[in-house]
């Protein structure tokens, strides 16, 4: 069997405006109809959902660069999203906290701003005296009088541009996959986007050019062994960090640890679907991209209807507190997780609603989401509140997995390569098959062996016999 253990939770692109880093002023300072000219530390303020850290992704800035009000100052990565921090104010950064891959705590400051514009009423609702006591470093320095530096001021927003073009840092999380998937070191690429941003034609620009460079070496034949024939070079190891999506897997698979998998497979038969697909997507009325994953969707679903415990999840656990006695939440709604390979890596949006759903329109859907992962620009609506995952691994290969797992779920459903094999007809006749292996994983804790077995046997039912699943859609 071969086993796949690699499963991340999820991580999201917000492209909201809307800043989620609050200064903290000092209200000796603070005036609404002037502009300020104090020298003020960023927080990085609660921004919910149990985050306690971020990791710095980018910096769009660098110390003495002028920044408006919505100007990006970094990309930050969470256990959630990867989310674009924009200046609530007019002002000159002054100094950097963090270095790029660096992990901020909440509460903690990220960079300093000389504040050049008026704090709006808006802006005053999240000045809080409370938030000064957050205990950061920022929040433990006083604003200081801008002095003689306002001179540097007069810098235009090139600079900032500028500055980015010689950190050579701008760039979409889809485009960082690209690099590294090209082994392209993005400080050699020159971005052609706005602010120097680097695109991805220029990073194919780029490797093109680069591979053309070396092919006639290629051409050549290796230099010669040095090391004595049959007597291997000394290793070589380098150290590399871990990106930010394999941090986070990091830290999603750890968790699932603590949970006690048994899986459970089985051979599917889906020659029935697969000739059903087939006449559906030659029909006028079929969405323009029919795989079998609508099906499989919305089998699992109507299954669920009969084994909810499968849509459960278990309530914080607790062990160090005695008293607090697991639970298990019931879900009602089936909201199901697509694992989606990405240039990012593996990112986990789900469909909501799936009772709500026609083929055609989870059909849509899913090609939305694969569009969005694709491009890096999933909402944290996509990506929170799954209830039960579905990974097709098959689509690249495979024929067993071993899925996990994810802590706010019980069950996970891998999908093998669907292969076309000989097998006796009725009269012991050989026909040809179609068939696809079906692996679930279950956490042990809550979810017996006979229960996975019947959902199991339930969703063979729907994908085996498609037209079943009619009489129970609504
Ligand atoms: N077998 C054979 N052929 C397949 C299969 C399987 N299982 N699945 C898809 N396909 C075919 C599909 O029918 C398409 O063929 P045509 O209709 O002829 O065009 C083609 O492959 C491409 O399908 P596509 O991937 O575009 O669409 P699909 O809706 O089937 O899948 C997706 C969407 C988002 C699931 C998929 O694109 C994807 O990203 N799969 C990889 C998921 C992944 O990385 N899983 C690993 C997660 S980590 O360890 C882990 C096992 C888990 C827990």
Same mark, same amino acid.
């Given at each position: 069997?071969?086993?796949?253990?690699?499963?991340?939770?999820?991580?999201?692109?917000?492209?909201?405006?809307?800043?989620? #880093? &609050?200064?903290?002023?000092?209200?000796?300072?603070?005036?609404?109809?002037?502009?300020?000219?104090?020298?003020?530390?960023?927080?990085?303020?609660?921004?919910?959902?149990?985050?306690?850290?971020?990791?710095?992704?980018? #910096?769009?800035?660098?110390?003495?660069?002028?920044?408006?009000?919505?100007?990006?100052?970094?990309?930050?990565?969470?256990? &959630?999203?990867?989310?674009?921090?924009?200046?609530?104010?007019?002002?000159?950064?002054?100094?950097?906290?963090?270095?790029?891959?660096?992990?901020?705590?909440?509460?903690?400051?990220?960079?300093?701003?000389?504040?050049?514009?008026?704090?709006?009423?808006?802006?005053?609702?999240?000045?809080?005296?409370?938030?000064?006591?957050?205990?950061?470093?920022?929040?433990?320095?006083?604003?200081? &009088?801008?002095?003689?530096?306002?001179?540097?001021?007069?810098?235009?927003?090139?600079?900032?541009?500028?500055?980015?073009?010689?950190?050579?840092?701008?760039?979409?999380?889809?485009?960082?996959?690209?690099?590294?998937?090209?082994?392209?070191?993005?400080?050699?690429?020159?971005?052609?986007?706005?602010?120097?941003?680097?695109?991805?034609?220029?990073?194919?620009?780029?490797?093109?050019?680069?591979?053309?460079?070396?092919?006639?070496?290629?051409?050549?034949?290796?230099?010669?062994?040095?090391?004595?024939?049959?007597?291997?070079?000394?290793?070589?190891?380098?150290?590399?960090?871990?990106?930010?999506?394999?941090?986070?897997?990091?830290?999603?698979?750890?968790?699932?640890?603590?949970?006690?998998?048994?899986?459970?497979?089985?051979?599917?038969?889906?020659?029935?679907?697969?000739?059903?697909?087939?006449?559906?997507?030659?029909?006028?009325?079929?969405?323009? &991209?029919?795989?079998?994953?609508?099906?499989?969707?919305?089998?699992?679903?109507?299954?669920?209807?009969?084994?909810?415990?499968?849509?459960?999840?278990?309530?914080?656990?607790?062990?160090?507190?005695?008293?607090?006695?697991?639970?298990?939440?019931?879900?009602?709604?089936?909201?199901?997780?697509?694992?989606?390979?990405?240039?990012?890596?593996?990112?986990?949006?789900?469909?909501?609603?799936?009772?709500?759903?026609?083929?055609?329109?989870?059909?849509?859907?899913?090609?939305?989401?694969?569009?969005?992962?694709?491009?890096?620009?999933?909402?944290?609506?996509?990506?929170?509140?799954?209830?039960?995952?579905?990974?097709?691994?098959?689509?690249?290969?495979?024929?067993?997995?071993?899925?996990?797992?994810?802590?706010?779920?019980?069950?996970?459903?891998?999908?093998?390569?669907?292969?076309?094999?000989?097998?006796?007809?009725?009269?012991?006749?050989?026909?040809?098959?179609?068939?696809?292996?079906?692996?679930?994983?279950?956490?042990?804790?809550?979810?017996?062996?006979?229960?996975?077995?019947?959902?199991?046997?339930?969703?063979?039912?729907?994908?085996?016999?498609?037209?079943?699943?009619?009489?129970?859609?609504?």
């Amino acid at each position: 069997m071969s086993v796949i253990r690699r499963y991340s939770n999820v991580l999201y692109r917000s492209c909201s405006r809307q800043s989620l #880093w &609050k200064p903290v002023i000092n209200r000796a300072h603070f005036h609404t109809s002037a502009p300020l000219a104090v020298v003020k530390p960023y927080i990085l303020a609660d921004i919910g959902e149990g985050i306690k850290e971020v990791q710095i992704i980018q #910096w769009f800035v660098e110390p003495e660069a002028r920044i408006e009000q919505f100007d990006k100052i970094c990309e930050v990565q969470s256990d &959630k999203a990867a989310v674009d921090i924009t200046s609530r104010f007019d002002g000159v950064i002054k100094k950097l906290h963090y270095q790029a891959d660096d992990m901020v705590q909440v509460g903690k400051a990220l960079c300093d701003i000389d504040v050049q514009s008026e704090i709006s009423p808006e802006d005053e609702a999240v000045i809080t005296p409370h938030s000064e006591q957050a205990g950061s470093p920022g929040s433990a320095q006083q604003p200081q &009088k801008a002095t003689a530096q306002h001179d540097q001021t007069h810098l235009d927003r090139s600079r900032t541009a500028e500055s980015a073009r010689n950190h050579g840092h701008l760039a979409t999380p889809a485009v960082r996959g690209l690099l590294k998937e090209l082994d392209v070191d993005i400080s050699e690429v020159t971005g052609t986007g706005r602010d120097g941003r680097v695109l991805k034609e220029d990073v194919h620009r780029f490797a093109a050019t680069r591979d053309a460079e070396h092919q006639p070496q290629e051409l050549h034949p290796p230099p010669p062994r040095t090391s004595p024939a049959g007597v291997e070079d000394a290793q070589v190891e380098e150290t590399i960090k871990l990106s930010p999506t394999q941090s986070q897997m990091f830290k999603t698979m750890t968790r699932s640890l603590s949970i006690p998998h048994f899986v459970y497979a089985d051979e599917i038969d889906i020659t029935a679907l697969s000739s059903l697909r087939q006449h559906l997507q030659t029909s006028k009325h079929a969405p323009q &991209k029919l795989s079998y994953m609508p099906f499989i969707i919305k089998a699992v679903s109507l299954a669920l209807n009969d084994y909810p415990l499968l849509n459960a999840r278990i309530d914080h656990l607790n062990e160090k507190d005695p008293s607090q006695t697991p639970k298990l939440i019931l879900r009602r709604t089936h909201n199901i997780g697509i694992a989606m390979d990405t240039p990012q890596g593996l990112l986990v949006p789900n469909i909501k609603s799936i009772h709500a759903h026609t083929l055609t329109s989870l059909a849509a859907e899913l090609g939305r989401l694969q569009h969005l992962a694709q491009e890096g620009k999933l909402a944290p609506n996509d990506l929170t509140g799954g209830t039960i995952t579905i990974s097709n691994i098959g689509s690249i290969g495979g024929t067993y997995v071993a899925p996990v797992i994810v802590q706010s779920e019980v069950a996970i459903l891998g999908l093998g390569k669907s292969r076309t094999i000989p097998a006796f007809g009725e009269h012991g006749e050989v026909v040809r098959k179609q068939v696809m292996n079906f692996s679930w994983s279950a956490d042990h804790r809550v979810v017996d062996g006979a229960t996975m077995a019947r959902m199991a046997e339930r969703v063979k039912g729907f994908v085996q016999e498609p037209a079943t699943m009619l009489a129970k859609m609504r």
